[in-house]
């Protein structure tokens, strides 16, 4: 135990911070001796008791804090990523990827920047913030928790060099003491240096020499200093800001910012700035140690938020996570098939997540064909980003209104029909069918009979219901309008799989698990997923998510746009399956599912430039889509098909009018499943529909339903 006297003496150095005495203005002063004697007594009864405490707080925390003169620190672990079955996806090296550097030998900028950025007042404090505390402080006592930051460059060296990384108001007052010794002990530069040596800069990069290695393949000495201000920025958050992952636009950000924040030092000029932006920054390839990358970058990404960078480095951590090797190989042979044949189509780019839906594990990941081509941002995982999902959201807006007592043989118009505001969507084929149910009008991907549903649910509702299946970006109904079930809002393709999930899995939704196990360096269990104990949460009735799957697998349904046994079909096994195309053919969706596995694809450009026109859901990601799913499902059992849950009342309905009765005129009858007590009653003769709907299309809408 290491207690040097020259803590004690921190505290009882005299400082006249506001001259001698206070001075107070005429009509400020007592006139009573004996009150003003008072009230001096209780200034130093409160003086004295505010010493004491913080001399016991000091003391307390001092007895068994490391020795300053000796700075040491634990040894690295590697953190290796598993899949599922063992195998290493990624190990995030097996130690630290360091080389020592004097203080001479790192360049100007490198100081400059790294100082401009996490401290500016290094040179003028002595170890601590106390603004920079004190906000910490309150917010850590406003949350009950000490997450806030703070820190100097002094801190942070203590708490990487020194202490752990956990989040605690004892470990930040242990820091604040230590700060203060080390400051004392050491000077400025060479605090600074050590910093430098000490930090990490993610990809198993610790210290400035191992990071300009790493990223730019150079020695310090000779980075610019545009690439001195991306590597300043990477400490505060190595695996958001990680130059290989999915933020590269981020980090740009961030580089900018720092340029500006050592020209607003004036420790660069205005015209040095500006240039260092314009500069063109190469970073060096990252191609090899690393399968399914793109997975393996958001599970860094998630391992970082719940354990802290420094952590995430070097804690020695062994993660098992839900990805299928074998599955996400497939996927990847699969994308690379159809790179030629994507390129025909005008898409540069595909992604793809497939999923269990029993478990929310995540089997295959592909956030872009190839995560190794930079030119065309193949690091981007477009899994986790916001694009227009098409039609592909129909399938849900149909099972919302389910919820409100409509069902497959539920009929609609399909005429021209004018929603307000001069709003008058178009089929994809761009005509007019008349009276359609909704099995025809889903199955055929019907545009207008959508609208007029989403109409009905209303779209506060149907956001409402997306989210609690999943969709969670879903979540601005004022901005969507009716647009919505065409595609007019954003969501993650992540999302999508996870919503589908819920209909695959007959109405319950379980989180998404990219996780299932995480140990320490020592073998101990941290957290783990056990399928027994996960019983998922009921979201949607059974009795929907099966009439919903019931119309998406029946190939009939789709027969007049898509034609039979096309691409959407899985030859013996039940697939319900949707497709999806946005304005301009920027973006292309397959989304579709048997009761075992969910996958999706989607297909465009990065830059969301057109495709060709002719490139919809079905010419665009469907191949890969079908591709993959019968691969991967070709040695696993089949299954006959969905099974309707035993509620359900199996009817007789004639397509082509909705009734129930008088069928020995249909020419086509199909079994329709209902509630119980929600058989309609429609009449043998049902209204004929005129060829254009007015504005009034809604309460003539109802009155067709009933």
């Not at 478990?359 to 916001?386: C, H, K, P, Q």
Request: glycine residues 6%; hydrophobic residues 35%.
């Amino acid at each position: 135990m290491y207690i040097p006297k020259k803590r004690f003496k921190l505290f009882s150095k005299k400082r006249k911070l506001y001259g001698d005495h206070y001075s107070f203005s005429s009509n400020q002063k007592t006139k009573d001796p004996e009150k003003r004697k008072k009230i001096i007594k209780k200034l130093v009864y409160t003086g004295i008791f505010g010493i004491l405490f913080i001399a016991s707080l000091f003391v307390w925390y001092s007895k068994d804090l490391p020795n300053p003169y000796k700075i040491n620190r634990d040894i690295a672990q590697s953190t290796k990523i598993l899949d599922r079955n063992g195998n290493l996806l990624y190990e995030v090296h097996g130690e630290e990827n360091r080389t020592l550097i004097k203080y001479e030998d790192i360049p100007e900028n490198i100081k400059k920047a790294t100082v401009s950025v996490e401290d500016p007042d290094f040179y003028k404090h002595m170890g601590f913030n106390i603004r920079g505390i004190g906000r910490a402080f309150i917010q850590d006592i406003i949350s009950r928790d000490a997450k806030q930051g703070g820190s100097t460059i002094t801190q942070q060296f203590v708490k990487n060099a020194l202490l752990t990384s956990e989040k605690s108001i004892s470990r930040k007052i242990k820091e604040f003491i230590l700060s203060i010794e080390i400051e004392k002990i050491y000077s400025k530069n060479e605090i600074l240096t050590m910093y430098l040596n000490e930090i990490p800069y993610g990809n198993n990069a610790y210290g400035i020499s191992a990071a300009a290695k790493t990223y730019f393949d150079k020695d310090p000495k000779d980075l610019s200093l545009a690439e001195s201000a991306v590597l300043a920025s990477l400490p505060q958050a190595p695996s958001y800001f990680n130059p290989y992952g999915s933020n590269k636009d981020a980090l740009m950000a961030k580089k900018d910012f720092v340029l500006n924040k050592m020209a607003s030092l004036d420790l660069i000029n205005k015209e040095e700035a500006e240039e260092a932006k314009k500069e063109e920054i190469k970073f060096t390839e990252q191609n090899e140690g690393i399968l399914a990358p793109h997975f393996v970058m958001y599970v860094k990404e998630l391992l970082a938020e719940k354990f802290g960078e420094s952590k995430l480095q070097a804690g020695g951590f062994v993660v098992t996570t839900s990805l299928d090797i074998e599955k996400q190989k497939i996927a990847e042979e699969v994308m690379v098939g159809q790179k030629d044949y994507m390129k025909s189509k005008g898409a540069s780019n595909a992604s793809l997540v497939s999923m269990d839906p029993k478990t929310g594990e995540i089997l295959a990941m592909v956030g872009s064909m190839d995560y190794f081509d930079t030119e065309n941002d193949g690091n981007v995982n477009v899994s986790v980003r916001l694009r227009q999902p098409g039609s592909s959201l129909k399938p849900l807006i149909y099972a919302a209104a389910f919820e409100k007592g409509y069902s497959p043989a539920t009929m609609l118009m399909d005429v021209e029909t004018d929603f307000g505001q001069g709003y008058k969507p178009q089929n994809y084929d761009r005509i007019f069918r008349g009276p359609v149910s909704i099995r025809q009008s889903l199955g055929n991907s019907l545009n207008i009979p959508a609208v007029k549903v989403l109409a009905l649910v209303g779209v506060k509702e149907a956001t409402d219901f997306v989210q609690r299946l999943g969709l969670k970006s879903l979540n601005d109904p004022d901005r969507y309008g009716l647009s919505l079930v065409l595609g007019g809002g954003e969501v993650k393709l992540l999302e999508l799989v996870h919503a589908y999930s819920v209909l695959a899995n007959e109405g319950i939704k379980h989180e998404i698990r990219p996780i299932l196990k995480i140990t320490d360096n020592n073998g101990k269990v941290l957290e783990e997923y056990k399928k027994e104990d996960d019983k998922g949460e009921r979201v949607l009735d059974e009795n929907i998510a099966y009439m919903v799957s019931n119309v998406m697998s029946d190939d009939s349904a789709r027969a007049a746009i898509f034609g039979m046994g096309g691409v959407l079909t899985l030859p013996g096994r039940p697939v319900a399956a949707k497709t999806g195309t946005t304005d301009e053919y920027r973006d292309a969706w397959t989304v579709g599912y048997t009761p075992s596995l969910v996958t999706a694809v989607w297909a465009g450009n990065n830059d969301n430039s057109p495709m060709n026109a002719v490139t919809s859901g079905i010419t665009g990601a469907t191949p890969i889509w079908h591709n993959i799913m019968a691969e991967i499902l070709k040695n696993n059992a089949y299954q006959a098909q969905f099974i309707p849950p035993k509620e359900l009342v199996p009817v007789q309905v004639c397509r082509d009018s909705g009734v129930t009765t008088c069928l020995s005129g249909c020419k086509i009858i199909k079994t329709e499943y209902f509630m119980p007590g929600n058989i309609p009653a429609i009449p043998c003769v049902p209204p004929t529909p005129q060829p254009k709907q007015s504005d009034d299309w809604k309460s003539n809408q109802l009155t067709f339903f009933h």
